[in-house]
């Protein structure tokens, strides 16, 4: 059998590697889980006043550090805790009514007052909406 560079490896050599590989994916999901937990138990101790001033003030953090990403290193990301956040509405939050009309809208979620859309296309990203007011769209 051929590795990735064409160079020979053996069955021996193979099984490692899957094992490795394996062991790599298990261990982050380990870690997202733990991150879904973490975020879940800080929410779960806020009132609503302070989820408002908390979601506030972290998508102001996460508009200025995603701009600096992309700014300083030509590169269009979000933040690890942003992700973690995504996570958590992911599992904690209850599905919503994607519209036919919403193009390239691939997943929405409701959590407490806030819906997250997610929209797929060449690209992808996170928009955030209290009723009808957009309050967050990450680059």
């Given at each position: 059998m051929k590795?990735?560079?064409?160079?020979?490896?053996t069955d021996e050599e193979y099984d490692k590697i899957l094992k490795d590989f394996?062991?790599?994916i298990?261990?982050?999901?380990?870690?997202k889980m733990i991150q879904i937990e973490r975020i879940s138990n800080f929410i779960k101790k806020l009132s609503q006043e302070?989820?408002?001033?908390?979601?506030d003030k972290f998508l102001?953090?996460?508009?200025?550090?995603?701009?600096?990403?992309?700014?300083?290193?030509?590169?269009?990301?979000h933040s690890n805790i942003?992700?973690?956040?995504?996570?958590?509405?992911?599992?904690?939050g209850k599905s919503i009514r994607i519209y036919k009309d919403e193009m390239?809208?691939?997943?929405?979620?409701?959590?407490?007052?806030?819906?997250f859309k997610l929209y797929q296309g060449q690209g992808a990203f996170w928009r955030i909406?209290?009723?009808?007011?957009?309050?967050?769209?990450?680059i």
């Open positions: 590795d990735f560079f064409g160079q020979e490896i394996s062991k790599h298990n261990q982050q999901i380990s870690y302070e989820i408002e001033l908390w979601m102001k953090w996460e508009t200025k550090y995603e701009e600096f990403q992309y700014d300083n290193r030509q590169v269009q990301t942003f992700g973690a956040l995504m996570d958590f509405v992911e599992s904690e390239f809208c691939a997943a929405g979620y409701k959590w407490n007052k806030y819906r909406l209290v009723g009808r007011k957009q309050i967050f769209t990450n």
